[in-house]
């Protein structure tokens, strides 16, 4: 369901010849903007409202809220049969599996048969029973994602599977939005879908963008500002999803291996080229934790991150510390 639809547009000039144009609004249930820079300011309004128009599209394939989606017949079909789908959802799943491997199954889009035990629209819940999580856990496993590139199906082998891509959709939006934004000839930009931001180009000034890292503790102070050059900032965090359960919070990440909610993180933030792939891996490093999370990032060429642990130390990946300016608060 689209909560509210909002469009606040505001236009602004650079350097000579360049038009600045914002648009503000909800989508996938969170916070977008696209900020596009162009030539005149009617080739920047099509190019904003093209990638709402793309986002737009894309929320109908992969949302597992919508009855329609594609999404929601493959797990409608879950232990029955195959499901055929576009070439674009049989490729994100390929995309998806192939990150589970990478991380030996720490992320997983078939977490989300766990989301009947774990209902983080309420603000308070009770806590489920050992039997039910171990239960929900049973159905998770990627292996159990059958694609089939000969007809471009998808099956889940088991009944009461169940995929969704709530850790990787907005990055793979982000993503196909700046594609879409640079076809209509916005040559600099960004993107933020719901905090996964995807930089290109220059500021209207020439100067580079930069990406403000969030205090966990306090979200209107910023404690470091990142350059984003060409580069999408992902951060998953856990001070905007929980649920309270007897004073403790619950965070919407989960292990999947065990059921329950990732702890002892803050925030980690991902930096590197492509959104949807920072979106991926900021949820996992935030399962995996500090230790095997930073053992992964920094095996990965081109890819970095920056975590905040719960007890608000920072940790860096080997190749990020020289790059990133600090602020002083
Ligand atoms: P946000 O949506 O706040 O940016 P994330 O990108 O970290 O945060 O995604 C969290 C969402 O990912 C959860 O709300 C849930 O839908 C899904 N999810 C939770 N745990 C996992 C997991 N281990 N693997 C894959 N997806 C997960
Ligand atoms: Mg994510």
């Known amino acids: 369901?689209?909560?509210?639809?909002?469009?606040?547009?505001?236009?602004?000039?650079?350097?000579?010849?360049?038009?600045?144009?914002?648009?503000?609004?909800?989508?996938?249930?969170?916070?977008?903007?696209?900020?596009?820079?162009?030539?005149?300011?009617?080739?920047?309004?099509?190019?904003?409202?093209?990638?709402?128009?793309?986002?737009?599209?894309?929320?109908?394939?992969?949302?597992?809220?919508?009855?329609?989606?594609?999404?929601?017949?493959?797990?409608?079909?879950?232990?029955?049969?195959?499901?055929?789908?576009?070439?674009?959802?049989?490729?994100?799943?390929?995309?998806?599996?192939?990150?589970?491997?990478?991380?030996?199954?720490?992320?997983?889009?078939?977490?989300?048969?766990?989301?009947?035990?774990?209902?983080?629209?309420?603000?308070?819940?009770?806590?489920p029973s050992d039997a039910s999580i171990e239960n929900s856990v049973s159905k998770v496993n990627f292996k159990n994602i059958q694609l089939n590139p000969d007809d471009t199906s998808v099956f889940l082998v088991e009944k009461g599977m169940k995929i969704g891509f709530g850790a990787i959709g907005k990055g793979y939006a982000a993503e196909q939005a700046k594609q879409v934004m640079l076809s209509n000839q916005s040559k600099s930009g960004v993107v933020n879908a719901g905090g996964d931001l995807i930089a290109w180009g220059s500021k209207p000034d020439a100067s580079s963008w930069k990406v403000g890292i969030q205090d966990p503790n306090d979200n209107k102070k910023i404690i470091m500002w990142v350059p984003a050059t060409n580069t999408s900032v992902v951060t998953s965090g856990n001070y905007e999803r929980f649920i309270e359960i007897n004073g403790s919070e619950y965070c919407h990440i989960i292990n999947p291996k065990l059921g329950w909610p990732a702890k002892n993180l803050s925030s980690v933030t991902v930096i590197c080229s492509n959104a949807e792939l920072a979106d991926a891996l900021a949820t996992t490093v935030f399962v995996l934790g500090t230790e095997n999370g930073l053992l992964l990032i920094n095996n990965i060429e081109g890819v970095e991150c920056i975590i905040i642990d719960d007890q608000d130390k920072m940790h860096f990946s080997d190749k990020i510390e020289s790059n990133i300016v600090k602020n002083e608060i």
């Open 1 to 127: 369901m689209r909560l509210l639809t909002l469009f606040i547009i505001t236009l602004s000039f650079g350097t000579i010849g360049q038009v600045n144009r914002s648009l503000d609004t909800v989508l996938m249930g969170s916070s977008f903007s696209f900020t596009a820079i162009t030539d005149t300011d009617s080739l920047a309004g099509i190019a904003v409202r093209s990638a709402v128009n793309e986002v737009v599209r894309i929320e109908s394939l992969i949302s597992s809220w919508d009855p329609n989606s594609q999404t929601s017949a493959i797990n409608n079909n879950a232990g029955i049969q195959p499901t055929k789908v576009s070439y674009e959802l049989y490729e994100l799943i390929r995309r998806s599996k192939k990150i589970s491997a990478m991380s030996n199954g720490y992320f997983d889009i078939s977490y989300a048969s766990m989301d009947r035990i774990w209902d983080f629209s309420k603000k308070k819940a009770k806590l």
